[in-house]
């Protein structure tokens, strides 16, 4: 178990492309997604962070991770504005003897517990590596991604729906990408039609 890393699972998004339905609250072998990533992230470290949005969505979504009570949970009063409002309510409360943040989106369930450890393994300050982030085998980056403690005041301070791409951007010199199985670091789940084919393709029937 790793002591110097936090585990950020960005789940405050309004789930809007389901028409009707919340994409967290699919399951994966028998659990809300939300709840299969929250298990994986604490296999890696005890520092796991859940943003959450206002309203009725929140509630479903704390019931969903209530027997993990370690993990720290964090209301997102503007999570309209983007991925971004999660960064900036989540990361203040990260402190202590964390020197790295591994952000993984709670709508991958393909990413393993082994492919966040390998992501957060590459982080290496004294090689300059300062930024690893999970990539395809033929080299499509994806998440999740780590970050060095020298990046959490540019993440404090995002804005907009764009998660951490500017900091990517800016940072490609310290950013190392980590090739993960298949499409692991691509396979997000935004649709009823996505987690149709994803369970199609895998036997995963929805229970």
């Known amino acids: ?51 959450l949005p206002p309203g009725p969505l929140a509630e479903a979504r704390r019931g969903a991770i209530a027997a993990y009570d370690k993990v720290r ?60 982030r999970g990539a395809t085998e033929d080299g499509r980056p994806g998440h999740p991604v780590c970050f060095d403690r020298t990046h959490f005041p540019k993440l404090a301070v995002l804005i907009g729906d764009q998660g951490a791409r500017d900091v990517l951007l800016a940072q490609q010199a310290a950013l190392v990408h980590v090739p993960l199985p298949g499409n692991h670091a691509v396979t997000d789940l935004d649709t009823p039609e996505d987690w149709s084919l994803w369970r199609a393709a895998r036997g995963d029937p929805a229970l």
């Open 1 to 51: 178990m790793q002591t110097d890393l936090a585990v950020l699972i960005p789940a405050a998004g309004a789930s809007t492309r389901m028409r009707g339905r919340d994409k967290l609250m699919e399951t994966v072998g028998g659990l809300p997604v939300l709840a299969a990533v929250v298990r994986r992230a604490l296999g890696l470290t005890a520092d796991v962070t859940v943003t």
């Open 73 to 132: 949970l964090v209301d997102v009063a503007d999570a309209q504005t983007g991925m971004s409002a999660s960064f900036r309510a989540a990361l203040p409360l990260i402190a202590g003897p964390v020197q790295r943040v591994l952000v993984v989106p709670a709508d991958m369930p393909d990413i393993t517990l082994e492919d966040m450890r390998r992501v957060s393994a590459a982080v290496d300050r004294n090689k300059g590596k300062t930024i690893s």
